[in-house]
């Protein structure tokens, strides 16, 4: 089921790297949630240790790209030594293409509790719309 989705979903986004496990091949990349309601695509990104003065989202030419850095924390004090350094640090950038329909201009953004909440408003094109069928 899983593989069934990521399929439809890169069939949908044109090949964005949105499994942990694509985008393992690309160095370090937060994971991402994507949410597809009626209006609008939202995505959700952990940034867990940043603030949102350490993070960086831009639109350009129908690309998305959220960039940033967490810096390193291994302070030690005479006598002590790291066993084991599992924690991210150093910087990431990810760029995603954006699907057709999106308003590029409408994007907006909130960061709270170490979750970026990005907000990609759809056209009124995208949204589609019923069309009548007539007897002939």
Same mark, same amino acid.
């Given at each position: 089921?899983? #593989?069934?989705?990521?399929?439809?979903?890169?069939?949908?986004?044109?090949?964005?790297?949105? *499994?942990?496990?694509?985008?393992?091949?690309?160095?370090?990349?937060?994971?991402?949630?994507?949410?597809?309601?009626?209006?609008?695509?939202?995505?959700?990104?952990?940034?867990?240790?940043? %603030?949102?003065?350490?993070?960086?989202? %831009?639109? #350009?030419?129908? =690309?998305? *790209?959220?960039?940033?850095? #967490?810096?390193?924390?291994?302070? *030690?004090?005479?006598?002590?030594?790291?066993?084991?350094?599992?924690?991210?640090?150093?910087?990431?950038?990810?760029?995603? *293409?954006?699907?057709?329909?999106?308003?590029?201009?409408?994007?907006?953004?909130?960061?709270?509790?170490?979750?970026?909440?990005?907000?990609?408003?759809? =056209?009124?094109?995208?949204?589609?719309? #019923?069309?009548?069928?007539?007897?002939?």
């Amino acid at each position: 089921m899983e #593989r069934e989705m990521e399929e439809l979903f890169g069939r949908f986004f044109g090949g964005w790297p949105w *499994t942990r496990r694509e985008a393992e091949g690309l160095g370090w990349s937060p994971a991402i949630d994507v949410l597809d309601r009626k209006d609008e695509l939202v995505l959700r990104a952990d940034l867990p240790g940043l %603030t949102e003065k350490d993070i960086e989202l %831009t639109v #350009r030419e129908g =690309t998305l *790209t959220l960039q940033g850095q #967490r810096k390193e924390e291994k302070e *030690t004090k005479e006598g002590e030594e790291y066993y084991a350094c599992e924690r991210w640090s150093g910087s990431f950038s990810r760029s995603l *293409t954006l699907p057709p329909g999106i308003n590029a201009d409408k994007v907006n953004a909130a960061f709270q509790n170490g979750v970026l909440e990005i907000h990609l408003p759809k =056209t009124k094109q995208a949204e589609g719309r #019923r069309i009548e069928i007539k007897a002939a």
